[in-house]
T-cell receptor, first 114, second 115 residues
Framework: AQSVTQLDSHVSVSEGTPVLLRCNYS??????LFWYVQHPNKGLQLLLK??????LVKGINGFEAEFKKSETSFHLTKPSAHMSDAAEYFC????????????FGGGTRLMVKP | ETGVTQSPTHLIKTRGQQVTLRCSSQ?????VSWYQQALGQGPQFIFQ???????GRGNFPPRFSGLQFPNYSSELNVNALELDDSALYLC??????????????FGPGTRLTVL
C-alpha cells in the first residue's frame, strides 16, 4: 500500500520569494514520485518526476524536488515565486511495480502575493 | 495542451440515473486511467485499462465500470448514481512499458453534479 501526505493545505508567499511545498510518502515498494500542478479550469500538468535515478530532480518552470529516502520526503521548491505559479499542487506516488496507478496527496494551494 | 480530450465538460444527473463519460487519449498510448476528484481533494484512482483490458482498480464499487477501444477512446460508466458521485472525473493516457510509471497526460475533466 502507498500513501502521500502533503503537510500544508495552503501556502502563501510573496512574489520573488522562495517556495517550499512539503510532501511525505509511504510505499511498500520502491516508489516513483511526481509533482503535478493544476491551474483553474485546466488539466493536471506534470512538473517533475523521480524514478530512482538522481535524487535531486529538476522540472519545468524552475521547480525542483529532492528525494530523501531516510526522511520519506519529496519536497518541492522554487527559488523565486512568480504570480503565474499560483495553483494547486499535488504530490503523487506510484510503486514501481504498479504501472501507472497513481496515489495523490490532498493538494497544496499556493497563493502568490504581489 | 495534452492532446487528451473529455466530453462532456459538465453534466447534471439525478440520483439513481446512469451516466457515461468519454475520453479520447493521445495517439499511440496504450493505457488509460480514470480518476475521481471531489471538491477540495486530490484525485482518487478508479481504474486503469491497458490494451482494452482492466488491469488495476482502486477502492470503487462495481457500479463504476469502463471500456477502452482500439481507436484510443474510452468510457467511464457509473450506474445508480449517488449524491457523493458528484465530482470532477479525469482521464489520463500514457504509454505503459514495463512496470515503471511513465508520465500520464490528463484531460481537462468532466464535472458531474448529482442532484
Amino acid at each position: 500500500a502507498q500513501s502521500v501526505t502533503q503537510l500544508d493545505s495552503h501556502v502563501s508567499v510573496s512574489e520573488g520569494t522562495p517556495v517550499l511545498l512539503r510532501c511525505n510518502y509511504s510505499s511498500s515498494y520502491s516508489p516513483s514520485l511526481f509533482w503535478y500542478v493544476q491551474h483553474p479550469n485546466k488539466g493536471l500538468q506534470l512538473l517533475l518526476k523521480y524514478t530512482s535515478a538522481a535524487t535531486l530532480v529538476k522540472g519545468i518552470n524552475g521547480f525542483e524536488a529532492e528525494f530523501k529516502k531516510s526522511e520519506t520526503s519529496f519536497h518541492l521548491t522554487k527559488p523565486s515565486a512568480h504570480m503565474s505559479d499560483a495553483a494547486e499542487y499535488f504530490c503523487v506516488v506510484s510503486p514501481n511495480n504498479a504501472g501507472n496507478m497513481l496515489t495523490f496527496g490532498g493538494g497544496t494551494r499556493l497563493m502568490v502575493k504581489p | 495542451e495534452t492532446g487528451v480530450t473529455q466530453s462532456p465538460t459538465h453534466l447534471i444527473k439525478t440520483r439513481g440515473q446512469q451516466v457515461t463519460l468519454r475520453c479520447s487519449s493521445q495517439s499511440g498510448h496504450n493505457t488509460v486511467s480514470w480518476y475521481q476528484q471531489a471538491l477540495g481533494q486530490g484525485p482518487q484512482f478508479i481504474f486503469q485499462y491497458y490494451r482494452e483490458e482492466e488491469n488495476g482498480r482502486g477502492n470503487f464499487p462495481p457500479r463504476f465500470s469502463g471500456l477502452q477501444f482500439p481507436n484510443y477512446s474510452s468510457e467511464l460508466n457509473v450506474n445508480a448514481l449517488e449524491l457523493d458521485d458528484s465530482a470532477l472525473y479525469l482521464c489520463a493516457s500514457s504509454l505503459l512499458q514495463g512496470a515503471i510509471p511513465n508520465e500520464q497526460f490528463f484531460g481537462p475533466g468532466t464535472r458531474l453534479t448529482v442532484l
